[in-house]
């Protein structure tokens, strides 16, 4: 019987997700679930709503036990064959408001913030001290485990896990496998989905659609670079971002278009502020997102509580098919964020890179992708920096670590000058407190 342990469990909607998914599993149904979170009634709610889930699609197979604080870490963690990594340390308030609010007063603006720029910088920077702590239970109470990370900055977290600890770990986004799929639909592309084969390759969020055919093996490159052209002339839609990519740099890449507006210094620029509606980008998206997402978790919650109907139907995230392949042996084919160390000939061997990984009894076996095209390991490049210099910056505890991460950032470079990235860091780091008080 697996033991599945879910840090961060007072996520539920996401550990609804990744727990149900194990439940709708034959091989992972009589699974032990042990939930781990510092907050008592998200906790509770988290018990309630997948114990309905247990009861009402699994027939009550599954153990579900709960394990609150820091104190029941290790017991959440004892014996493990999985941990499923969900964790958002500083929560949306105070912290993420404060990732926004602070760049605000120094005229640098954001969609999202949570992957890199000095949202994403800041969100590392007080969280792998947390995975610090998590690595070292899991050595002692359960060194085989497999560690799937799901918590942004994706390759920030699962970089600094896999080069600084023996924790076993690969990181898990949604965006690959909905890539092409999701760009197909948009073009009006549906006929060519099934059967299409594919290769993806990069970094999380900026893992670059290399390759694409239908099932016959044609390339369906030259008609998605008609189409995506033509509709970004046309008219105004969500991915404008991604499909001047397509113009500018040859390919599609997998994370979507609010995302991508930061990652560059083109999009997001103060002295031309016309490109926000040029190409439709949504600035403050994601204290939006989460503001209307605790609200609607509300309402939905005191509808799961109130009548405890609650089901559940296997979902596309990897986790439940990861844990599958591991325990039947069955292998299984993911896009995974793991270390570098030659898959893409062209990137630094320390880098967490996003690539075909298969899943089998052995755990998880990176595939070589080779090298990318020049222009796109470029484009890689200038995230991979700024990514590897604030896991610098987390281990070695320095301040001036932190203002080079934030230098290296190609939005907050193309907007402050380097007295104004000193002076944003300070006020973030003040600002933050306790959460950076291991920085000197």
């Excluded at 085989?144 to 600084?164: D, E, I, K, V």
């Amino acid at each position: 019987m697996p033991k599945i342990t879910f840090m961060g469990a007072g996520s539920t909607v996401f550990a609804r997700n990744v727990l149900g998914d194990c439940m709708c599993t034959p091989s992972l149904r009589d699974s032990e679930i042990a939930l781990y979170d510092i907050d008592p009634k998200r906790l509770e709610e988290s018990e309630i709503i997948l114990s309905a889930i247990n009861k009402n699609t699994n027939e009550g197979r599954a153990v579900i036990r709960t394990y609150l604080g820091v104190e029941n870490r290790r017991d959440a963690l004892r014996g493990a064959d999985f941990v499923v990594n969900a964790i958002q340390v500083g929560l949306y308030e105070p912290c993420t408001v404060t990732d926004f609010e602070i760049p605000k007063k120094y005229g640098l603006r954001q969609t999202i913030g949570d992957t890199l720029g000095i949202g994403g910088i800041m969100r590392a920077l007080r969280t792998i001290p947390v995975l610090r702590d998590f690595a070292e239970d899991m050595e002692a109470v359960c060194p085989n485990a497999l560690f799937l990370n799901y918590t942004n900055p994706m390759a920030m977290l699962s970089g600094y896990m896999q080069r600084y600890t023996g924790v076993k770990t690969v990181g898990l986004c949604h965006s690959v496998q909905v890539c092409s799929e999701g760009l197909l639909k948009s073009l009006g592309m549906e006929d060519k989905l099934e059967g299409r084969r594919e290769t993806i390759a990069g970094i999380n969020h900026m893992a670059w659609l290399l390759e694409i055919y239908d099932k016959d093996g044609n390339d369906l490159y030259p008609e998605i670079k008609k189409r995506a052209a033509e509709k970004n002339c046309t008219e105004k839609h969500s991915d404008m971002v991604r499909y001047e990519y397509i113009r500018r740099l040859g390919y599609y890449c997998t994370e979507s278009s609010e995302h991508n507006a930061e990652y560059n210094p083109w999009f997001i620029k103060s002295r031309c502020p016309e490109l926000i509606d040029r190409y439709n980008i949504p600035l403050d998206e994601y204290p939006r997102r989460c503001v209307s997402q605790i609200a609607g978790w509300e309402k939905e919650k005191n509808d799961i509580l109130n009548d405890g109907q609650v089901t559940h139907t296997r979902s596309h995230e990897y986790a439940s098919y990861i844990m599958e392949a591991v325990v039947t042996g069955v292998p299984y084919k993911i896009g995974g964020n793991v270390l570098n160390e030659g898959l893409i000939s062209n990137l630094p061997a320390d880098a967490c890179v996003e690539v075909p990984c298969l899943i089998d009894n052995m755990g998880v076996h990176p595939c070589k992708a080779g090298r990318l095209p020049v222009q796109l390991a470029a484009m890689n490049m200038t995230n991979i920096n700024a990514q590897l210099m604030t896991i610098e910056a987390a281990v070695t505890g320095k301040k001036e670590a932190i203002y080079q991460a934030a230098m290296l950032d190609p939005h907050t470079a193309a907007e402050l000058s380097l007295d104004e990235i000193v002076a944003l860091c300070d006020d973030l780091i003040e600002a933050h407190g306790d959460f950076m008080k291991d920085y000197h």
